[in-house]
């Protein structure tokens, strides 16, 4: 792969993670609704090698019965953020290369 798709690929996995936090934001702003459907994110790989984030409805009841299951979108909000996290450095440090590699074309 090359390095602009590294930092692609990278750039695609902060973007899903996004989509991932703002469902689970919104199903914890939620979470007294009655009849409120969870939104839940299923991800999947782009041709060039990138991550694609799809939202769904959740048709399953949940353990307080409103539909938002308090304890799994906590676990939700905490696996994004570790997961943004990760692509946030994989992209940095492909920026970082990317001026690398310019100060050396120019000397």
């Not at 989509?19 to 969870?38: E, G, K, P």
């Not at 991550?51 to 304890?71: C, H, M, N, T, Y």
């Not at 939700?76 to 492909?94: D, H, I, P, R, W």
């Not at 290369?97 to 120019?106: F, G």
């Amino acid at each position: 792969m090359s390095l602009s798709g590294v930092t692609n690929s990278a750039l695609s996995g902060m973007q899903a993670q996004v989509t991932r936090l703002s469902a689970t934001a919104n199903n914890i702003a939620n979470v007294d609704s009655s009849n409120y459907s969870r939104l839940s994110t299923q991800f999947s790989t782009t041709p060039d090698g990138g991550v694609r984030a799809d939202l769904s409805q959740s048709q399953q009841p949940s353990a307080d019965g409103e539909g938002v299951d308090i304890g799994q979108e906590m676990l939700e909000l905490t696996e994004a953020s570790l997961s943004f996290k990760a692509n946030a450095a994989v992209f940095e440090t492909g920026a970082d290369l990317w001026q690398l590699l310019a100060t050396i074309k120019r000397d």
